[in-house]
């Protein structure tokens, strides 16, 4: 914990660590050289800048502190998915997830600590929201996770997804601020192309990303392709329910013509038939969305919901398939470290080793 009247070095802007060199009698440079510390070689400490003189910085760090996240523990499963909880300077903890695969290394990082929404089947859903990430928090978990994809694979992340912990559109100007640090030459430089943000389903803020013309993709977390189911296991859906979020995404692809994902887990028995793949067609025709992600199930211990049975998961593929509906099957990875998607719940496990 850092006491209030420090500030966090990370929120100076280059002119105002201009104004404050010219202050202190320092060449103007040394901004130049303190953004750099802390956005391309990612300073955990004022300490580590060492082309600063010792008595600058001392000086800022009178005034200065950096909230560097940490991992506090990781855990690897057989699929190679790596699982890292997170400690926040304030102690609260999140969780992201490095996804590796032949063509892409995918980093999956969360927005809040815990979720205010309760969807009925995610296990971060049971967790209280304790408070939203401040943007250059979740530039941390990117850049943590990077460093493990070159640990761990030799490899650079290829792809972000905003599919952790949280609801990104519910902490809108700060995954915007992250995303904007992500992408920036003068930072980790990576194409918005490769960023998806995920969402439950918040109307007015989808139709903002559209306002904004952002370059990133959309998915958006159906579940259930009629008002009433969907009622029941995401109560979000009450107040912005699926015709408020058609008119929302069509409204979001007309001001940025950026691909659309529909994510939708199969339940069984809830919303696996071929009567509940019918109105998924219907709900598919109404929005220009490139692809429907068929997600198997991850149970959790707070929900009751299974998966289907294979046999029942292929009918409804074929269906959609005899519909022309771009649609793939998405096997889940990380499961045996509750690291598949709905199984974030911030279980602690400090037995693990350290990554």
């Not at 009629?226 to 001001?255: C, G, Q, S, W």
Request: hydrophobic share 35%; proline share 4%; glycine share 4%.
């Amino acid at each position: 914990m850092y006491l209030c009247t420090m500030k966090n070095l990370r929120n100076s802007t280059p002119e105002e660590l201009q104004l404050l060199m010219k202050e202190w009698g320092e060449p103007v440079f040394r901004a130049k050289q303190i953004h750099e510390w802390i956005w391309k070689k990612f300073a955990g400490d004022i300490s580590e800048m060492t082309n600063l003189s010792k008595s600058l910085r001392e000086k800022l760090a009178e005034h200065f502190f950096i909230p560097k996240v940490k991992v506090h523990h990781t855990q690897y499963s057989s699929d190679g998915t790596i699982k890292s909880r997170l400690q926040l300077h304030d102690t609260h903890f999140i969780e992201g997830v490095l996804i590796p695969t032949e063509k892409r290394m995918t980093a999956c990082v969360s927005s809040q600590v815990g979720c205010s929404l309760s969807c009925k089947f995610c296990a971060t859903g049971y967790l209280p929201r304790k408070r939203n990430l401040d943007y250059d928090e979740i530039v941390d978990e990117v850049v943590l996770l990077n460093e493990q994809a070159n640990k761990h694979y030799g490899k650079n992340l290829s792809n972000i997804v905003f599919m952790g912990m949280g609801e990104p559109l519910l902490n809108y100007k700060n995954v915007m601020k992250a995303i904007e640090r992500i992408t920036s030459p003068d930072s980790l430089g990576m194409s918005p192309r490769r960023i998806t943000v995920s969402t439950a389903g918040v109307a007015k803020m989808i139709r903002q990303l559209g306002d904004d013309q952002v370059k990133f993709k959309l998915a958006l977390s159906l579940h259930a392709a009629n008002d009433v189911k969907r009622n029941e296991i995401m109560p979000i859906n009450e107040t912005n329910n699926l015709e408020a979020l058609v008119d929302a995404l069509n409204h979001f692809y007309t001001m940025t013509k950026n691909e659309i994902t529909f994510e939708y887990i199969l339940f069984k028995d809830f919303n696996d038939s071929l009567k509940d793949a019918d109105d998924l067609v219907k709900l598919y025709r109404r929005v220009p969305a490139d692809l429907v992600n068929i997600i198997e199930y991850n149970p959790i211990d707070a929900a009751r919901y299974e998966k289907p049975d294979e046999d029942k998961v292929e009918q409804f593929m074929q269906y959609l398939e005899s519909k022309r509906v771009n649609a793939r099957l998405r096997r889940s990875r990380g499961k045996d470290i509750d690291a598949a998607c709905g199984q974030l719940a911030n279980v602690d496990h400090p037995t693990q080793a350290q990554a």
